[in-house]
């Protein structure tokens, strides 16, 4: 199986702070991956080195074998990288379905265009979006009504509107209901299958880790010790050493976001 | 929906004017337009100049038996505001003509806007030269003795002494800038050798007054021309004393014996310095200026400022234009106004010149002294522009054919 | 050496008062996030009570106590317009305060013409510190020497207070995060009564300390407000340390720039501010502003629509009416309506950035007044037909935006603001100084249209044609895919980031189109005034937009010309009466306080209220 993404020693520090220290990992095409590790562990700061909101202190990353590395997150994104946020960041003043319609214009490259009426733009093709995670019939709802995890899942059709070839989710199911978690992964599962795409995701649940993710990392104060299948990872004395010694445990931890 | 509330607020608006304007022609009426507010310190003198002359005028009868009247209305220092308030005067108070205005832009832009839809405006204060000059069309006239005039009667006099080198220092606009301009070609002409060794200009009534005396002071001229008024001119004063920039030298200012400028002074008024403004406290009994200055402190309770005369020379000058006209036509008050005179106003006859609708006051010019702790003009003059003005082919040259 | 030093000196004089009026400003802006535009009101209203007080307090006890009384005075006067102008409006829209405090501004002006007078008040001078000394051989007024040994005490004062009091602990807390206060069980409605107060009082100290080196009059709030808006910016928003720093650079320079290069008084600030901003944007000592830290306040922007068959009708209809309208008005209602016309384009222009992009922008007038330049320059050197004139408004003002946004869109917030008003006033000092070209204040006149629409119905329906038509194409590019960009990037930049748009690149794009648009209007107004002053580009000209744009609703699409609209007929109407600034204030702040979402955001919040609906669903 060939890899869509590989990362090799990335790192990143902050006046001498190292947040990720020489990070090497791959993602195979339609693989579902997690990345899993402790609060301030450096998720969230590998996500953003690999979507260009950060660049990094040193190391690359290929996107199917092109040199990504330092690109910025407009260009990434072009580049066919999906991306949704630990906090979401959509359109708070338009409906759900012109933040939809509003990724397909960009995807269509149609920004700068002044003529056509925005609203009627590829609207029943996002629609379809909406229908694949099922928020089709809250379309016209203003996003500032929306439940938290209804905005999640509509943040997860924003980011296949471009057809990705890679999807990074950080934190997807953080502030939903148990039963609304497995449900989004199963969303995200199927998405894998039938399209093609591949996903790497943090989460702090394990339950959903466990059951849906191919392969898991474990990052640790900004290095990864652990990468391979769900049982390798488990078996792992090292993680278990972090989670179980540390108390932190494959708990629950963070439910604030 | 936009257009829906413009459209209701323009309809209301249509509505809440409406009863303003009573068209009913029971008096004549003048357009005055000013700047009330923000320079009221200068307008208001002016006003109560106006308010008394209408007082006389009307009790005497008015004008072709109609009671004559101004409608005051306050441009906020903007010359479009002072547009738009012209042409209500015009075509919704009924205002036969146009008059005011302190600052000169704003009577340079009614002075065009007369020009173009054929008003008559008689800029009141305005100083700029280039109102009756440069810019000068036959729908002006103008009143107060311009830059160019008070300039030169200080050169006259800066040319009479020893000085060579002069530092001058001007508000930076128009005003001052022009001042400067006129003090030096005048001065040249009389007396080839000066120098100019400094030129500041600090922002207008924005005066970082201890730099300036300092940068004067280190060009040491012999003598010092100044244009700054208001608040400018009392830091300027108060640094210069303070460091000695005065001492042993001549100055030469503009307007700074005007009561307006002169009297929030107090007791550091600039004693020695040469100046044009308006000694109404010198005045003899018996004279024409002495009976305005009595008449004027009866009606107002105040002390005259030089704002007070041109108000009431203005609406003087008016008055005598429409009787002269017969009539209130614009093409009647223009012909009328070419050439007017009018004799035993405060200053002797007033007339209005042909060749550039300028009128022929004149300034005071004096030296400043201390008086009970008060800056008084003393040794003064009244002069008329004769012999100030440029010559008839000059002016000819810079006014645009009318 | 010795002239150099005594420059020195009169700097670091001029700098302590600033200083003191700075902090006031910085501290406020740092814990409410108000931008106080009657800063400099108060600074005024400490001369005029100073001097009164002077007058009945003598001797040293009285000077000095008076300066001491006159802080507490305007820091109580202070908290009464904190409490009754700016307490209801916290949760209203980023800088919806600023409106309210140009309200203040207005009210205050009145009031202190109709308390002290017209007339200039000269300054007492301080007891026992009248003449100089001399340093070095040179003069040096005795009371420049006590500003410059006073600072440091004051610096120290208000280090102390900041550093080590527990007001200062709650000070620093909230000027790093408001919300956290409110955690430490503070009642933030007293602290930012009190930090009101406190900065108040500092402009009073300031300008009851300056009496001596001047006086008391009625423009000194304008005059003060630019400087110490200057200095607050390069030291950067909120900091104190900066705000001394940039006082004394600002003073020192302001000395040298008058010895050396007398005629740059007018800009020499703002060229340092500009320097300052694109190489640090964020001032010397300020910090990165969080984004949305202050954006976005009260409830988010409803989603918009096009207007259904029914408001397409009666815009039809009305449009017919405006078009018949010559038939039945007078003259003088035609020339109101071009001039309501013009403004409301302008103040659209700045919607269209600021309402749609975020963007804040405090010298739009920069576009308003060189499209109107452009055209005037070309008839008045080159005689040039209006028709072809015209064209070069728009086109002039859209190259100037162009430039300025090149520098300027790198920054966020307030310092976007305050580098758009930099750039705005550089325009302004060209047509007021390069006299050889613009004739400075005395402006270009005699502009007036071609024959065929020199009559006032021509002009109308140019006028109608034109501005409405500009007018109707923003809303339909706002409505465009343009305008759901700029949109989004004001939203959420990070996101619209990670959906391929280049955020900054949109948002240049949208101020050149403002900046056309902007000069557009420019055109229309300078063929019907006949001229044009650089009055059209002063600050007061980008407010004005500004405060309709507040004033009509932000967060709706029509606010921009629903608020020029009303301004313009208040204006016209309240302009008649004496003491009108005192009403027009009061007006301001009236819908301020009544309908903090602008006039068309209340109406339509209570058009939805009466109709029983949530403002949930969007109307299909």
Redesign the interface.
Known sequence: MSEILRVENLKKSYDGFVAVNGVSFGVAKGELKALIGPNGAGKSTCFNML?G?HRPTEGEVFLDGENITGR???DV??KGVG?T?QIT???????VI?NV???L???HR??????????K?YRDEAFEFLDTVAMADQA??????LAYGDLKRLELA?AL??RPRLLLMDEPTAGMAPSARIELMQLVADIVKDQGVSVLFTEHDMDVVFAHAHHIMVLNRGELIADGSVTEVRNNPQVQEVYLGGGTLFKEEDAHA | MTLTRRMILAAASALAIAPVAASAQDTIKVGEINHYKRMAAFAEPYRKGIELALEEINADGGVLDTELEFVFRDDQGDPAEAIRIAEELMTREGAVMLTGSILSNVGLALSSFAAEKDYLYLAAEPLADSLVWGSGNPNTFRLRASTWIQAAMLAEEAAKTDAVKYATIAPNYAYGQDAVAAFKENLTRLKPDVEFVAEQWPALFNIDAGAEVQAIERSKPDAIFNVTFGTDLARLVREGGDRGLFDGRDVYGLLTGEPEYLDPLGDEAPEGWFVTGYPWYGFEDGTPEKAFVDAYMDYSGETPKIGSLVGYLTAYSIAAAIEEAGSTETEALIEAFEGLEIPDTPIGTLSYREIDNQSTMGAYVGTLALEDGAGVMVDWEYKTPDGYMPSDEEIMEMRPAD | MAFFFAQLLTGLANASSLFLVASGLSLIFGVTRIVNFAHGSFYMLGAFIGVTLMEVLPGHFGFWGSILLTGLAVGLIGAIVEIVVLRPIYRAPELFQLVATFGVILVIQDLTLMIWGAEDRLGPRAPGLRGIWRIFGEPVPKYDIVLIAMTPFILFGLWYLITRTRLGVLVRAATQDREMVGALGVNQAWLFTGVFALGSALAGWGGALQLPKGGADLLMDFNIIGTIFVIVVIGGMGSLPGAFIAAVLISVLNVLGVTYLPSSTLVLMFVVMAVVLIIRPYGLLGREEVAGEHGQVGAPETPIRPYGRLGQAVIAGLLVLMALLPLVADQFLLILTIDMIVFALFAASLHFILGTGGLVSFGHAAFFGGGAYAAALLVYHFDTPMEIAFLFAPLAAGLLALGIGWFCIRLTGVYFAMLTLAFSQLVWSLAYQWRAVTRGDDGLISIWPTDWLSGTVPYYYFTLILGVGGILFLRHVIHAPFGYALRAGRDSPRQAEAMGIDVKRIQFAAFALAGVMAGLAGGMFVFSKGSVFPTELEIAASFDALIVVFLGGVKTLAGGVVGAGFMTVVEDWLTRLEYWRLLLGLVIIAVVIIAPEGIVGSIRSAWARYRGTGDEEVAK
């Open positions: 979507t909101q910025k997150t407009r994104w072009r991306r946020f960041g959509t359109y708070q003043s338009m409906t012109e319609q509003m990724a214009m960009s995807h149609k920004l700068f265009s002044m003529m056509p009426r925005a609203w733009l016209d709802r203003p996003c500032s009504v924003i509107t471009h």
